[in-house]
């Protein structure tokens, strides 16, 4: 059974743990809303919590027959895939006499805040970006899945949206491109993501068109929409201000990539261990010996996706000159 990270607070028994929750779901659209299938357990007691799937990559058909005459047999087609939840979080130090001043629940507070904050930028990108071949200690993303993909679009000539100038002359085209794209998904996706400068040149083109809506989130957020689609800017890599989705500085300079995602356990979805939940965290103990305590704040999960149609990606706009 999925659940969202809403829907676990909802069990757990101790004070703290929906505190952090919810600071992760703060962090990001995406870690707010996408289902967690807590099914994943260590075989034998062993090191290694491995995900196995399918995924759709060919759709079935349909067609009509004569009378007396057999339909062209025709199978939809699967590949076998797996995936391994990997641990990812931080740690933090404080000193007992930060503590003994009155100070430690503040710092304790804002250090735990700042870890999720990262830990949440760390699986946002690694959701987009992440390659297990590059970096062994990560999951595979998005952008590795969809690259090749019958839902990936690339135009034979890039979308000039790079100044207000460019979006008055080419907004009806793009999104005319757009939501051809989004026809080609298995179902309305659940948001359209990209980075800062993509977003604001998407908020623009929906205005001129009149389909651009807001509304507040439970934690007082905005959340802008494309019709009734959430626009979601992915943020910054942690640590850094480099975007997780790229504008590109050399063949197609200037240019980015957006995303769009259908959530579901029949489409993307992530995996966590199973008896347990994907957040966890430990606060710095000042009551045994130690002049210096740790709190670690840790993640274990990973993404499937499903179905190639359930996710694609829509390459060459230009969102800068």
């Avoid at 001043?101 to 699986?123: C, D, P, Y």
């Avoid at 957006?258 to 489409?267: C, P, S």
């Avoid at 995996?271 to 966890?280: D, F």
């Avoid at 704040?297 to 996710?311: N, R």
């Amino acid at each position: 059974m999925a659940v969202t990270l809403a829907q676990a607070k909802e069990s757990v028994q101790d004070k703290l743990s929906p505190l952090v929750i919810d600071e992760f779901r703060k962090s990001g659209f995406l870690l707010d809303h996408i289902p967690f299938d807590d099914c994943v357990a260590c075989p034998g007691g062993g090191s290694t919590m491995t995900y196995s799937y399918t995924r759709v990559v060919t759709q079935p058909t349909a067609q009509f027959r004569e009378l007396n005459s057999e339909y062209t047999p025709q199978e939809a087609a699967k590949k076998r895939y797996s995936v391994d939840l990997k641990i990812f979080g931080g740690s933090f130090q404080i000193d007992r006499v930060i503590a003994d001043m009155g100070g430690a629940a503040n710092e304790v507070g804002f250090q735990m805040a700042q870890k999720v904050k990262a830990a949440a930028a760390l699986f946002t990108d690694t959701v987009i970006n992440g390659d297990s071949e590059q970096d062994s200690k990560s999951f595979d993303g998005l952008e590795k899945a969809l690259t090749g993909s019958s839902t990936e679009l690339i135009p034979a000539a890039a979308i000039d949206l790079s100044t207000s100038a460019a979006v008055d002359t080419n907004y009806m085209y793009f999104l005319d491109a757009l939501d051809e794209f989004l026809m080609g998904l298995d179902g309305t996706p659940d948001f359209i993501g990209g980075n800062t400068k993509l977003i604001a040149k998407l908020r623009a083109c929906a205005r001129r068109a009149g389909m651009y809506q807001t509304s507040l989130n439970e934690f007082g957020q905005q959340v802008e929409r494309y019709g009734s689609i959430p626009l979601v800017d992915l943020g910054a890599k942690p640590g850094t201000n480099d975007p997780i989705v790229p504008v590109d500085s050399s063949e197609n300079a200037g240019c980015t990539s957006l995303y769009a995602v259908r959530f579901g356990l029949d489409g993307f979805h992530a995996v966590s261990p199973a008896g347990m939940l994907p957040v966890r965290q430990w606060l710095p103990d000042y009551r045994t010996s130690g002049a210096v305590k740790t709190g670690e704040v840790e993640m274990v999960a990973a993404v499937a996706l499903k179905s190639t149609k359930a996710a694609g990606v829509m390459r060459k706009i230009k969102v800068s000159a």
